[in-house]
């Protein structure tokens, strides 16, 4: 290949990415855990709301036998479920005195950490309670829907096409959906129907009431699942927030955990509400719907997160996330709500013909009640990505620029394209085995690390949770095998502080 001995021209940058930071400095970003334990607590407030309806709930008297219903004992998970949020009240209280003492007598940190942690974990973990109960009474179940999930989950790591979040945070993320977003939906629903008949039903004339039950039912399911959920993407956005880069890391971590409260669901409706229909709710729930419904409401959700990471006022940050979760609520609400008369009309526009109706009328009624969500987040993924590729490409730009070794003018070609990043990696992994392909992705990341965060210290919503480059840095060249020298950077002083 010939070269020029033509000085290289710099490219302007592009006019939508500004070139430098905000005037005052990076915005100071609090540590997450007290605003995640106060995520966590809004979800134990919402357990004592459905305790204290429950205990002054008008006591239930009705003569009729299809009623009865209503008076059978919780369930065994349930009353477990019950104990332990109480005991973690009284262990988070216990913890909090100590966190209290311990910052009066100005403790180490690390501590503090101990301890916040401590009443995160106290205030979460009953939640799990319902859903270990649902996957561990169904392992057959659930070893039948992991292979779709599996792949689904693979799907929004891939689509990534740039700067992808850690595995394990994505893992995180869909962990958290189908252990405490599906056992608080669970639990909430079930508190809902322990309570709501006593103040809704008119026992002399309960059929009356029926759809009033019914439409608040709806209400309360959308409204505790999509909380849950979103309580999710809020704790490990508030956690990890140096992970976020915007509206795609957004998408990618609300669909994880809206792919593991479908999982959950999943099993519960093949194994204990729909036991005699499981070909069909696995039809239903992981192949027609498994990128929509649960999916497609918190990728929204996720979406005005991975937005708030870019704003810089605190109103507009509340706009977007607020935005993002009411819409979950109301497509989840919506979508209950229509689906039973969506159910009927699919039956006679198929001549009450079952295979024609799972075939055919599934996915025409997931198209009506959430097409319109999967349209939202995939045309905010795309544009996303749109974004984080010009930001990407000024930063790659800026830093071959620099001379420090960690990303050259050939390479930065490379790490724009991901289809040729895809043929590298195969033809590495035939040449050089997993070995060679984990080496190749782990400098390819850390390349692309470097680039973002110098692209998000550039950004107008630039914020102390973004990492110094140096130690960015000296990971790609220890990846290369190149001994890191310090290289002056005059269009990013280095940052005073930098916060996982």
Excluded at 103 to 110: C, F, G, K, W
Excluded at 486 to 494: C, E, I, K, L, M
Aim: proline letters at 7%.
């Amino acid at each position: 290949m010939t070269q020029t001995s033509e000085p290289a021209v710099p490219m302007p940058p592009p006019p939508s990415v500004p070139p430098q930071g905000p005037p005052d400095g990076p915005r100071r970003v609090r540590h997450g855990l007290p605003a995640a334990i106060g995520v966590a607590g809004s979800l134990s407030a919402a357990f004592a709301v459905g305790q204290l309806l429950f205990w002054a709930e008008p006591e239930v008297t009705s003569p009729l036998p299809w009623m009865r219903v209503f008076l059978l004992p919780e369930p065994d998970a349930f009353a477990w479920t019950r104990k332990l949020v109480h005991a973690s009240w009284a262990l988070a209280a216990v913890l909090g005195v100590l966190l209290l003492l311990q910052r009066r007598a100005a403790a180490r940190p690390q501590a503090t950490r101990t301890l916040q942690c401590g009443i995160l974990g106290a205030l979460l973990l009953p939640f799990a309670v319902m859903s270990l109960d649902t996957l561990g009474n169904a392992p057959l179940t659930l070893l039948i829907c992991l292979p779709t999930t599996g792949a689904a989950l693979l799907c929004v790591h891939r689509v990534q096409l740039f700067r992808r979040m850690p595995g394990w945070l994505l893992l995180s993320g869909f962990g958290w959906g189908v252990l405490f977003g599906g056992g608080f939906g669970i639990v909430m629903i079930t508190w809902f129907g322990r309570y709501a008949p006593g103040y809704l039903l008119d026992w002399q004339h309960p059929r009356d009431s029926i759809r009033t039950l019914y439409t608040l039912s709806s209400l309360n399911a959308g409204l505790t699942a999509e909380l849950g959920k979103a309580a999710g993407v809020a704790v490990l956005f508030l956690l990890f927030r140096r992970h976020f880069d915007g509206v795609v890391s957004g998408v990618a971590i609300g669909a994880a955990v809206g792919l593991g409260f479908n999982l959950t669901e999943t099993v519960q409706y093949m194994s204990r509400i729909e036991p005699g229909q499981q070909s069909a709710q696995f039809w239903i729930r992981q192949v027609v719907a498994l990128m929509a419904a649960h999916v497609a409401f918190t990728a929204v959700v996720g979406a005005g997160f991975g937005a708030a990471r870019a704003l810089s006022g605190r109103r507009d940050r509340l706009l977007v996330v607020g935005g993002g979760a009411l819409a979950a609520i109301g497509g989840h609400f919506a979508t209950d709500t229509v689906m039973p008369q969506l159910g009927k009309w699919e039956e006679n526009l198929f001549s009450h013909d079952q295979t024609l109706g799972l075939l055919l009328g599934v996915p025409l009624t997931t198209a009506i009640t959430s097409g319109a969500f999967v349209a939202v987040y995939v045309t905010v993924l795309r544009r996303g990505l749109k974004a984080q590729a010009l930001g990407i490409a000024q930063a790659l730009r800026a830093e071959a620029d620099s001379g420090a070794g960690a990303i050259d003018a050939q390479e930065t070609g490379l790490l724009l394209d991901p289809r040729r990043r895809l043929l590298l990696e195969l033809r590495v992994w035939r040449r050089d085995g997993t070995a060679g392909l984990r080496h190749l992705l782990r400098l390819q990341q850390a390349q692309l690390d470097l680039a973002t965060q110098r692209w998000h210290r550039g950004g107008p919503g630039a914020d102390s949770a973004v990492p110094d480059d140096a130690p960015l840095r000296e990971r790609v060249l220890a990846l290369k095998g190149i001994p890191a020298t310090p290289v002056a950077d005059p269009a990013f002083p280095p940052a005073r502080e930098a916060l996982s």
